[in-house]
């Protein structure tokens, strides 16, 4: 089956019930660098925790999942009840030498005795696990498939949002590659301008100009820059359509791209390439917000 890119946000419920035994099972997933599976069950049941955390990490690769795990005995068959014959003996002798030596009549009863701490305890049996098992797994299995229904379809989401945000930076990218060419051409006329102001009578060395502008073209050169920047958008819609896991992979690309801009920004003397790295920037960031929630 082929993989869906999915969000790291989800929940899911499922029940199952045998023998008037019945189990819950809640799963609620954020984001997470890793696969965290925090599982909180009754204490009879904790020899269970890593079969479920197994289950869990064979379908889920990134995420906190937080489960819940409760469970109902309609049929009340693992209580018993025992009697500490011993303690209820030692109680009564004791009461008898009480009341011989404060002088009362009265012997005490079946019914004060039960009454003191301990004489009469509710006891809980283990249940057989690997025949509870079965039950608890399937109700386990409903909840990871409504987690991960819900997870798949806001990571269509999710990616849908991703293609038209690099669609956006292809647009702005695409506009700064135009605009590249003509910075060292106004430079070059301001240059001359300024000689002609500063010097009016004074011939231009056209060496010497054309030794300046091959210094600054080569300065502000974003030509590297650009082809990379076309690069990662190619990867990064690739990656959007493998068919596995690809939040780790997407973050790296986020990176690359918040750097070559930076590179672009930091080289660029020009206000209209700047302010096109600045909407670009922009994007980039709510393209890593969005990667943090991608598995």
Request: hydrophobic letters at 40%.
């Amino acid at each position: 089956m082929k993989y869906v890119i999915k969000s790291m946000t989800g929940y899911g419920r499922g029940e199952n019930e045998q023998d008037g035994k019945s189990f819950t099972v809640e799963i609620r997933s954020v984001n997470h660098r890793f696969c965290e599976v925090v599982i909180r069950l009754p204490k009879y049941y904790v020899a269970l925790e890593d079969r479920i955390r197994k289950l869990i990490q064979e379908q889920v690769s990134r995420g906190r999942l937080d489960v819940f795990v409760t469970v109902d005995d309609r049929a009340g068959g693992n209580k018993s009840i025992r009697v500490d014959k011993g303690l209820a003996m030692a109680y009564y002798s004791a009461l008898e030498e009480l009341r011989e030596t404060l002088g009362i009549a009265e012997k005490p009863g079946i019914v004060d005795i039960a009454r003191l701490p301990d004489v009469i305890v509710m006891e809980e049996i283990q249940d057989d696990l690997d025949r509870l098992w079965p039950v608890l797994s399937l109700a386990l299995a409903k909840a990871l498939n409504g987690l991960i229904g819900m997870r798949a379809t806001e990571g269509m989401r999710l990616k849908e949002d991703l293609f038209n945000r690099v669609e956006r930076l292809t647009e702005f990218t695409g506009a700064i590659a135009q605009r590249a060419p003509l910075v060292v051409t106004e430079y070059r006329d301001k240059l001359e301008s300024r000689l002609k102001e500063l010097a009016a009578d004074v011939e231009i060395d056209e060496n010497r100009l054309a030794a300046e502008l091959a210094v600054f073209a080569d300065r502000s050169s974003i030509a590297e820059e650009l082809v990379r920047l076309r690069s990662h958008f190619h990867e990064m819609k690739n990656t959007l359509e493998m068919d596995e896991a690809v939040g780790r992979k997407l973050d790296f690309l986020v990176q690359e791209l918040n750097r070559e801009y930076n590179t672009i920004g930091s080289k660029s003397n020009d206000l209209e390439i700047s302010s096109l790295v600045i909407k670009a920037k922009s994007e980039v960031e709510k393209i890593r917000e969005q990667v943090q929630n991608i598995e």
